[in-house]
């Protein structure tokens, strides 16, 4: 058995649907009309403890109303739920115990309080005993260097300073899940690097399972090594960072540097752009054109002095896949 099991989830919100007008406004008080949005359809897949995941897609795709049934917020209409042994939407106030919740957008702290007065209120709500409390406490300021604001108010904190500390209060009871929302949003790069190396040490020594919600793929590169991607309502990948980059990233590039100028003939299903300094970029889809073949080609017939192969980035067949640019799965 899994330490996440979905089986089969969907979810449908009823949304009001209002008529424009005076009338349409009273017609809306005495005969309200109302339209079925289906946010999650029969979604399944299994997450093993430990795994690090990403769960992306477009705005509106159904992930934050996946996030919110696997974290008990919201009750799915069919299908079942199974972390750790708990249905969390049946089992809320004991599973709640069990895992923590990073938004990137809306802190947990104390607004007017000192970052350490917070902590001790959500340790009283969790009831953390004082060994493991003060163990946490210790470790993950070192962790992510806060000894230097972890006594001053949350208002007087920097956006980065403020994101180590809300994952922090996320961590102080020690949870075996913690769903990330956004967790470097508006961060700088260093302290993106800051809370990312703190994450996968966590993960590696804790062996917490951790689930991601972001636009930034960088977190996700950076941390996880498992993507799901859901579009309306639907799941349409599972598998690893490489695999989608095998099963989607289908274009390659080749730039390459020639010792002179030299007049490159067409080749068949390869575009040519011409660079400066004596470089030329050839485009292609790799089902069509193999690399091996392309650069004997250019070696054989040209003075080459330097050629660069560039793999598609992560974040560009994203984009291309909720753009529907390629063919689904």
């Known amino acids: 058995?899994?330490?996440?099991?979905?089986?089969?989830?969907?979810?449908?919100?009823?949304?009001?649907?209002?008529?424009?007008g005076v009338l349409g406004m009273f017609a809306n008080l005495f005969v309200p009309k109302y339209e079925k949005k289906e946010a999650v359809k029969s979604i399944s897949f299994d997450i093993e403890q430990g795994e690090m995941v990403g769960f992306i897609g477009p705005n509106g795709a159904g992930k934050s109303t996946t996030i919110k049934m696997l974290s008990g917020i919201l009750h799915p209409d069919s299908g079942s739920i199974n972390v750790g042994g708990y249905v969390p939407y049946k089992q809320r106030k004991n599973y709640?115990?069990?895992?923590?919740?990073?938004?990137?957008?809306?802190?947990?702290?104390?607004w007017d309080l000192p970052v350490i007065d917070s902590f001790e209120l959500l340790k009283a709500i969790y009831s953390v005993p004082d060994d493991v409390y003060k163990k946490n406490i210790s470790r993950f300021t070192e962790m992510?260097?806060?000894?230097?604001?972890?006594?001053?108010?949350?208002?007087?904190?920097?956006?980065?300073?403020?994101?180590?500390?809300?994952?922090?209060?996320?961590?102080?009871?020690?949870?075996?899940?913690?769903?990330?929302?956004?967790?470097?949003?508006?961060?700088?790069?260093?302290?993106?690097e800051?809370?990312?190396?703190?994450?996968?040490?966590?993960?590696?020594?804790?062996?917490?399972?951790?689930?991601?919600?972001?636009?930034?793929?960088?977190?996700?590169?950076?941390?996880?090594?498992?993507?799901?991607?859901?579009?309306?309502?639907?799941?349409?990948?599972?598998?690893?960072?490489?695999?989608?980059?095998?099963?989607?990233?289908?274009?390659?590039?080749?730039?390459?540097?020639?010792?002179?100028?030299?007049?490159?003939?067409?080749?068949?299903?390869?575009?040519?752009?011409d660079l400066e300094h004596n470089k030329k970029r050839f485009i292609f889809e790799n089902h069509s054109v193999h690399i091996n073949e392309l650069m004997n080609h250019l070696l054989s017939n040209y003075n080459v002095r330097d050629i660069n192969i560039s793999e598609p980035e992560i974040e560009s067949i994203i984009r291309k896949i909720y753009n529907r640019e390629v063919a689904e799965i």
């Open 1 to 20: 058995m899994s330490f996440i099991e979905v089986r089969g989830v969907s979810k449908t919100f009823k949304i009001n649907k209002r008529r424009s």
């Open 96 to 110: 709640v115990g069990r895992i923590g919740v990073v938004f990137g957008q809306k802190s947990q702290l104390q």
């Open 144 to 192: 992510l260097d806060m000894g230097g604001f972890i006594n001053q108010p949350v208002r007087q904190l920097s956006l980065g300073q403020r994101m180590r500390a809300d994952i922090v209060a996320a961590l102080i009871h020690s949870p075996e899940i913690v769903f990330f929302d956004e967790p470097t949003i508006g961060v700088d790069v260093v302290g993106k």
């Open 194 to 273: 800051t809370i990312r190396a703190f994450i996968r040490e966590l993960n590696q020594q804790d062996n917490v399972t951790m689930i991601f919600t972001t636009h930034d793929m960088q977190d996700i590169e950076k941390t996880c090594n498992r993507l799901i991607i859901i579009d309306e309502g639907a799941k349409i990948y599972d598998g690893s960072l490489g695999g989608i980059r095998e099963q989607y990233g289908t274009t390659r590039q080749l730039d390459v540097e020639f010792a002179g100028k030299e007049n490159v003939a067409d080749i068949e299903n390869v575009e040519i752009v």
